[in-house]
């Protein structure tokens, strides 16, 4: 059964360092998604892109946030320079035509 | 009033018991509702995905929507171990790509 696959599984940086996250949604999917949790909190949304552009962010989701399609598997999240706020789960997750989501397995980013 | 409601529990019981878990919600605009199932750092895994209000079951999970009441539920009969995990609601309104908002979750135990 294919799967969305997230690398890297954990991530240490220190603050103000450029993090970029991974994400392989499951092919033939078309809405891509970011979500993040912090421990002990709920699941946030970051922000949705479908057809190579963002169509909805959160307030979260400030000018130190990007996402990328760079080719036709791949999407990414880059972080510019990260905060000890930044420190949560971060899970990708695709669906097709409007659908429900399928979610990976996450990233474990810790900002020192 | 937050707009999604779950009470983190944790909930405890012995193995073959009937567990109840639920959300609630203040936005009427909702009408998709899904229950996840978390294990320890992991992703969320969908278990169940219902549109509007009804019920819906697959194998040992029952899903029930009462939109009038703004309350989902899921059932769990013949609980094992392995159904021991974190249980979260997520929900969204209408038409594609919509950001799905999140219950805190509820943090099973199942004990043999």
């Known amino acids: 059964e294919p799967e969305v696959t997230q690398t890297p599984s954990h991530q240490v940086t220190q603050m103000g360092q450029e993090v970029i996250l991974r994400c392989v949604p499951i092919?033939?999917?078309?809405?891509f998604y970011w979500y993040r949790q912090i421990l002990g909190q709920k699941v946030e949304f970051l922000v949705s892109f479908y057809n190579n552009e963002i169509s909805e962010k959160s307030e979260i989701f400030d000018d130190q946030f990007s996402v990328e399609r760079p080719d036709g598997s791949n999407f990414t999240l880059k972080i510019r320079s990260t905060k000890l706020e930044d420190s949560a789960m971060y899970f990708c997750a695709s669906c097709p035509a409007g659908e429900t989501q399928y979610f990976g397995p996450g990233t474990r980013l810790l900002v020192l | 009033q937050k707009e999604v409601e779950q009470d983190p529990g944790p909930l405890s019981v012995p193995e073959g018991a009937i567990v109840s878990l639920n959300c609630t919600y203040s936005?009427?605009?909702?009408?998709?509702f899904m229950w996840y199932r978390q294990y320890s750092r992991k992703g969320p895994e969908l278990l169940m995905y219902t549109y509007s209000s009804g019920n819906k079951e697959d194998g040992r999970f029952t899903a029930q929507v009462d939109k009038s009441s703004k309350y989902i539920s899921l059932f769990i009969r013949d609980s094992q171990p392995s159904d021991s995990a974190t249980y979260l609601c997520a929900m969204r309104g209408a038409g594609n790509n919509r950001k799905l908002i999140w219950g805190l979750g509820t943090s099973l135990a199942v004990n043999p």
């Open positions: 092919s033939n999917h078309l809405y």
């Open positions: 936005n009427s605009a909702f009408q998709y």
